[in-house]
């Protein structure tokens, strides 16, 4: 299944998955993992060889002592049919800048703080969620992979429509730039109220001052 991409925006968010049927899944999610964690560009775990870090279990985000242990049991769900849905959130390095995503702490918080919303959209609730994660510090594309699944899934998912990882952007974009568009849209209404003020009066002053250009 492609990744379901939006056009260029603030923040782009794009999911997929492999179909949880097909026989070579649970290897290739395996593989999946290593290569987030592990590529060149992937921030490594201070002290590690490794960027993978994540929450298997509820508490604080987890830097996993070797990548492997959260690649096995992505493997072994995934021979259960478990969906192990990825996704990619990016930003230009001038935004991610701005968002103080300037090392790997602060990545991790951020897709601690949001990954909420990856899950509610997907159907999976808090309790059931695990998930596991890679920064990259790409030049020119900073962005951290994700890979999210519900433990307790019973029904394979084959397809997941297009719309979601869309609703997923919208609402990322509404709780990443939370404070920016308060001030955008209370400008804007303040630009609204000062046209409603305008007068007739006023008006005729700007219609002749035209035509006297």
Request: hydrophobic share 35%.
């Amino acid at each position: 299944m492609p990744y379901k991409e939006v056009p260029v925006s603030i923040l782009i968010y794009k999911q997929r998955h492999r179909h949880p049927n097909y026989k070579k899944t649970p290897k290739g999610n395996y593989a999946h993992i290593g290569y987030i964690a592990t590529r060149p560009g992937a921030v490594k775990n201070e002290g590690m060889r490794h960027g993978l870090f994540g929450k298997l279990e509820p508490g604080a985000v987890k830097e996993f002592d070797t990548w492997q242990e959260a690649a096995r049991l992505v493997r072994e769900l995934s021979y259960r049919r478990v969906n192990m849905y990825r996704g990619i959130i990016s930003f230009s390095p001038e935004t991610a800048a701005e968002l103080g995503l300037s090392d790997h702490k602060a990545w991790e918080d951020y897709i601690d703080r949001h990954i909420l919303t990856l899950a509610k959209f997907n159907g999976i609730r808090v309790q059931d969620l695990q998930w596991v994660a890679a920064h990259h510090n790409e030049k020119g594309h900073p962005h951290i992979h994700v890979v999210f699944w519900n433990k307790h899934q019973r029904t394979m998912v084959p397809f997941v429509h297009p719309s979601i990882p869309d609703k997923i952007r919208k609402q990322l974009i509404r709780d990443t730039f939370a404070e920016r568009i308060k001030e955008y849209c209370e400008a804007k209404q303040r630009a609204k109220e000062h046209l409603s003020a305008i007068t007739d009066e006023m008006i005729d002053e700007f219609e002749k001052y035209m035509e006297h250009l």
